[in-house]
């Protein structure tokens, strides 16, 4: 636009709920006070409804220059107005940052959250003023009435409706067009239209958006139906609670009739149409068509049986049509392109688009609107801009309270009728909810089925009792008082009420229960058998996230609590109740704990682990006595086969019980897979033997040097008066890749883990100059840095899988790629190149992620015609460890798998023979070093209630102690502050490439006293 000969700037100020709940109003009079005090020409300042980015409100466009500026403030309005609209300067600092990349994008066209979207319903808002009927105007509004008045007649334009494919955008999917014929061709007089604006799931407000930002083409869509079906008197059915809706659709309606577009004569045409407002009380059950009926009349809103329809017999007992608010909006648009265009956006079953309110764990949320059809990854990734905090995407909840919740590993599954239907859900009305990995899908599916509870008009037993009865049973599991016969009962009680249920309410309220138990079952028998939930969310079952989360259970808490007071020694016996490796695991552990931590959603997690090394480094630095064995109590004696994480746990919880414990470890030291395969650089050996040697001290007897094999059995352990034997033999077998050329005489070929065992125990290894490593794991991450510490001069690893999959932390992950190591991604060997038996390369081929599986991980599949060669000369394959079950006899009894581990009973450990139980990495395959000293501990109460003849469940797990004779303490504002986490000290990228030193340093103890006090005691709430 410009005026005289300059350009003018419209400044659009979003004044949509959201926007002016977060200030937008402000922003609006700030903006105009500072245009009128500069006198600036050429500008003005104007407001629009939603512009659908409702997270980064509120927001400010400045046409034409597509500027979006997000998370404006009054303050901001001086730069504004003097920057932009005076010198012509953009203000950078306001500008949207994409969430991945972190750059700075200033028009809303280049924003992928508006770029991926293809806006036909929402095609107005943001871009006019909704309290003026002329911006409507000049968008083409009001012409597809117009259109249809003077040039159509009622079955032309129900056959356009038919012909577009369009169907109810309020959440059943039935085709616009049949049920407008239907009333259409209904006997009675008069005959009424009515707008369905109940929209009242948590979470969504897309009805809500397009009254405030665009009424004009909701009524004009509900001026089109009602000319279609006959009716010349309209309802728009909308929400108390929505009183900016309320007030711009007043303005709009008057506007409308003001210039001739309702009332009688409408246009000249004859056709007479009025329309009234009913505001709503808020009853969810009113979303339904005869209930919403019942609310007109005045009566109580409860759903009757159907037949007769509401499009024989409606409001005051007369043909009736209810639309959706998303469906008439696309009426004018449907009239004014053709059914053809329409009809050509979409699937073959689900015309058009949908609108969607993204809400949730999405780093963009706001209104979506995309082609039906369109992935779910594309919406939450492209759109949304994936998910924050480098969470993983677990569950994404569609339409409603009422809709099922479809799991990640469904990530491509495109958004329509059909297949929502097919996976349990419902498109619905458009909410859509992303989950993470802190989302527990229990309690999601308690607080869904409390909403629908709570809403239920209670008119039929089915979904009055049957909602009440699964609420009961689902708030008992979350509160850890289920029992394993409640799944199937609350799969009998769900089934019933969806198929006896009166409305639609009640027939799919029971969508969150059924989709959750069919796709997340694991997790309601954890809440159950184990009390346990995995999410860290459920808080009767826990006493603090990080301890919950801890495989060992450790009361993380008290000993960073400890630390915070500066005392170390008893921080250390806290972390010992638990894991007898301290310094261990506060070097190596994966720290699950920390990916947990409320602390994380302020700023950042607390850096537990490396807590947990400074207290355990204090410890034997300046502890110098030696412990008290642990008395022994009982008579029965336990064997232990391996000495490694696994053994060692088990036979220190084992004597930390009385039981006098022998440990039989093959090797001349001990700790298995943490002494001969974990580098030097990451875990010294004289901390591994510090910890084993605290471990005898309390008690166990380790043999060294004394393999049970073939000569020396589990039977012969039992016949020699143990009367429980424990088998933790570790996985230390290397799997074979399965490629021509892999032959282990090769010079230069190595396997991860004898790679990495000659390594560290001294012996001669050679690598090359190029090295390439397969595999994406610990060991291959630890094979790779260990060839560039001799002396490799490139090293490469290559893993069919994406860095999402890769199993390793981020820790370990950055160090390497600083010093060097290259990662390719998605690569998969056919071929190691061998010449007179010394390796020369790698055959290769690109993979791309196929279908996911059960679990939720894309299978890798081969690119045809992408084959490629790598030149190496050292070739590593980590590719996975194994169980050897070598030692154990041909006749052995022990049950075996098909992958070569043994059979055990999952909760107690125990094998197929008495007395004899095994765990650890030999059971589950390579698994983290905190995991097997679960395993360790798992088993030793197991071994415990075997001996004193004691059946009942292992049960792992602390609850929250209730405090008894203290005074509650007066509530007080809760203040914090950002703290940003003491970053763990390092070892040069120079110095530590070209050496075995330790990389990760210890905190100093005022940072680790400084660290410490940022925990939010979690474990104290109440």
Known sequence: MKRNGQQSRTVFVCRGTGCVSGGGDAVFKALKAELARQKLKGAEIDFTGCHGFCQQGPNVVIEPDGIFYTHVEPEDATEIVTSHLRDGKPVERLFYRDPVSGQAIPCYSDIKFYKEQRRVILRNCGHINPERIDDYLDRGGYQSLRKVLFQMKPEEVIEEVKSSGLRGRGGAGFPTGLKWEFCHSASGSPKYVICNADEGDPGAFMDRSILEADPHSV???????????????????????????????????????????????????????????????????????????????????????????????????????????????????????????????????????????????????????????????????????????????????????????????????????????????????????????????????????????????????????????????????????????????????????????????GQTSPNPVLSTIEYFRDEYDAHIKEKKCPAAVCDALMISPCQHTCPVGINVPKYVAHIAAGEYEEAVDTIRERNPFPAICGRICSHPCEFRCRRGELDDPVAIRALKRFASDWYFENVTEDPEPFPQTQSQRVAVVGAGPTGLSCAYFLAQMGYPTTAFEALPVGGGMLSVAIPEFRLPREIIQKEIDYIAKRGVDIRYNSPINVNFTVEDLKKDGFAAVFIAAGAQRSQRIGVPGELEDAEGFYYGLKFLRDARLGRKVRVGHRTAVIGGGNVALDAARTALRFGAEEVKIYYRRSRDEMPVTEVEYEQAIDEGIEVSFLISPTRIAVENWQVTGLQCIKMKLGEPDQSGRRRPVPITGSEFFIEADTVIAAVGQAPDLSFLPPDSALERTRWETLVVDSNTLATNISGVFAGGDFVTGPGMVIDAIAAGRRAAISIDKYLRADTSRVEIYDLKAKVVGEEPAPEVEEAWETQPRVAVPTLPVKERKTSFAEIELCFSEEKAQQEARRCLRCDLET
């Open 219 to 505: 009524i004009e869509g509900l001026a089109i139906c009602a000319y279609a079906i006959g009716s010349n008197e309209g309802y728009i059915y909308v929400r108390a609670e929505y009183p900016l809706a309320v007030s711009r659709l007043r303005i709009a309606l008057d506007q409308a009739k003001e210039r001739g577009f309702l009332g009688n004569d409408i246009q000249g045409s004859g056709f007479n149409f009025n329309v009234y407002i009913k505001e709503g009380a808020g009853a969810f059950v009113c979303g339904e068509e005869t209930a919403l009926i019942a609310s007109i009349e005045s009566r109580r809103g409860m759903p009757r049986p159907r037949p007769p329809f509401p499009a024989q017999s409606g409001l005051d007992g007369k043909p009736s049509n209810i639309n959706n608010v998303k469906t008439l909006a696309s009426i004018p648009v449907i009239i004014e392109r053709g059914a053809d265009w329409f009809s050509s956006i979409g699937t073959e079953k689900s015309k058009g688009t949908a609108v969607f309110a993204l809400t949730g764990k999405i780093a963009n949320s706001g209104l979506v609107e995309v082609p039906m059809g369109t992935p779910l990854s594309k919406i939450i990734y492209e759109i949304g801009g994936g998910i924050p905090r480098n969470k993983r995407l677990k569950a994404v909840q569609t339409g409603g309270p009422s809709g099922g919740c479809i799991p990640a590993r469904f990530i491509d599954l495109p958004v329509d009728y059909e297949s929502l239907a097919q996976m349990g859900s419902i498109m619905g009305s458009g909410g859509m909810v992303v989950m993470d990995e802190t989302t527990c899908m229990v309690e999601i599916a308690r607080y869904f089925l409390s909403f629908t509870q709570d809403e239920s008009c209670g008119k039929c037993t089915p979904c009055r009792l049957g909602t009440r009865q699964m609420l009961e049973i689902l708030t008992r599991i979350t509160e850890g008082k289920g029992s394993e016969a409640d799944v199937d009962t609350l799969l009998a009680i769900a089934r019933t009420v969806k198929e006896c249920s009166l409305c639609g309410l």
